[in-house]
């Protein structure tokens, strides 16, 4: 379905990121992959992708937080790969504490990863993506662009951002192919999601499973994980000519959370 296309994925090295990568190239696109984390893992994930789905694959180590990095690149990844046609802004970080003793720098790194790539690279895909009237941006918000938790104060912030700018580009892109909309998803178990249940664990001296099971019980009605592939296959969808006339719209993938 995206044969001939070219994606671009930030923070495709692990969890949510990664399964849209799989997604994508299973779909027929070739894949950007980009974020950090051991050489030879990336290149073993790769690798993995184009064998597996005979698609161009590439890797950026470009650092999201740094907006020249992110306009490198991707004027690479068009002049390798001839275009990029769908960007997937999914690289984030979280960082819990209340807000008075919310450490600043970690205040800046969160709104520079979550919210501010975002526009970053945007800005960056636009200008092609007019050219050949078509383009998919979708951006990975999250429940909380929506709704709020204690001690998430960054990460609410940018995602609730995320979401004004995916309404934004929808709005200035209404009359041509190009589309932009946001994922949210709830809970699903990432190495992001890993760190909140061992320190719910190690807090309340009790065993991670059950940590697992309270973090669920606490937000996600169905009581189970959503997973990558889940969120996957939506941006596969959001990417087909199907989705053509889904513009700004902030697509939940949480098990019921947000409809208590
Ligand atoms: P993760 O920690 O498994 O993956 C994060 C990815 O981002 C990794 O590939 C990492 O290397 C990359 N990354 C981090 N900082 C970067 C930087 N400065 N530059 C480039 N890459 C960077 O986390 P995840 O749970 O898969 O999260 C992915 C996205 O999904 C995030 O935007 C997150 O907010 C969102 N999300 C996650 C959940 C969840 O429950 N896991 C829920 C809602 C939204």
């Not at 050489?39 to 790769?46: D, F, K, N, Q, V």
């Given at each position: 379905?995206?044969?001939?296309?070219t994606?671009?994925?930030?923070?495709?090295?692990?969890?949510?990121?990664?399964?849209i990568?799989?997604?994508?190239?299973g779909?027929?696109?070739?894949?950007?992959?980009n974020?950090?984390?051991?050489?030879?893992?990336?290149?073993?994930?790769?690798?993995?992708?184009?064998k597996?789905?005979?698609?161009?694959?590439?890797?950026?180590?470009?650092d999201?937080?740094?907006p020249?990095?992110?306009?490198?690149?991707?004027?690479?990844?068009?002049?390798?790969?001839?275009?990029?046609?769908?960007?997937?802004?999914?690289?984030?970080?979280?960082?819990?504490?209340?807000?008075?003793?919310?450490?600043?720098?970690?205040?800046?790194?969160?709104?520079a990863?979550?919210?501010?790539?975002?526009?970053?690279?945007?800005?960056?895909?636009?200008?092609?993506?007019?050219?050949?009237?078509?383009?998919?941006?979708?951006?990975?918000?999250s429940?909380?662009?929506?709704?709020?938790?204690?001690?998430?104060?960054?990460?609410?912030?940018?995602?609730?951002?995320?979401?004004?700018?995916?309404?934004?580009?929808?709005?200035?892109?209404?009359?041509?192919?190009?589309?932009?909309?946001?994922?949210c998803?709830?809970?699903?178990?990432?190495?992001?999601?890993?760190?909140?249940?061992?320190?719910?664990?190690?807090?309340?001296?009790?065993?991670?499973?059950?940590?697992?099971?309270?973090?669920?019980?606490?937000?996600?009605?169905?009581?189970?994980?959503a997973?990558?592939?889940?969120?996957?296959?939506?941006?596969v969808?959001?990417?087909?000519?199907?989705?053509?006339?889904?513009?700004?719209?902030?697509?939940?993938?949480?098990?019921?959370?947000?409809?208590?």
């Amino acid at each position: 379905m995206l044969r001939g296309k070219t994606a671009v994925v930030t923070g495709s090295t692990s969890g949510i990121g990664l399964g849209i990568a799989r997604a994508l190239g299973g779909a027929g696109a070739n894949v950007v992959f980009n974020g950090f984390g051991d050489p030879a893992e990336i290149e073993a994930l790769r690798a993995g992708v184009a064998k597996d789905f005979g698609v161009k694959v590439s890797y950026s180590a470009a650092d999201m937080s740094k907006p020249d990095q992110i306009h490198q690149m991707l004027k690479a990844a068009e002049e390798e790969l001839g275009a990029v046609d769908i960007l997937v802004n999914n690289a984030g970080i979280q960082h819990t504490a209340p807000v008075e003793s919310f450490p600043r720098d970690r205040w800046d790194a969160v709104i520079a990863i979550n919210l501010s790539s975002a526009f970053h690279a945007t800005q960056a895909v636009l200008p092609g993506m007019r050219r050949r009237n078509w383009g998919r941006i979708v951006n990975i918000a999250s429940t909380h662009g929506l709704i709020a938790s204690v001690e998430k104060s960054a990460y609410v912030a940018a995602k609730h951002g995320v979401l004004g700018l995916t309404k934004t580009v929808a709005l200035e892109t209404a009359r041509t192919g190009i589309t932009c909309n946001a994922i949210c998803p709830g809970w699903v178990l990432t190495p992001l999601v890993q760190k909140q249940i061992d320190a719910r664990a190690a807090r309340e001296a009790i065993p991670l499973e059950q940590a697992k099971r309270d973090l669920l019980a606490e937000k996600q009605p169905s009581g189970e994980f959503a997973t990558p592939e889940q969120i996957g296959a939506l941006c596969v969808f959001l990417c087909s000519e199907s989705a053509a006339q889904i513009r700004g719209a902030a697509l939940p993938v949480d098990g019921g959370w947000l409809a208590q």
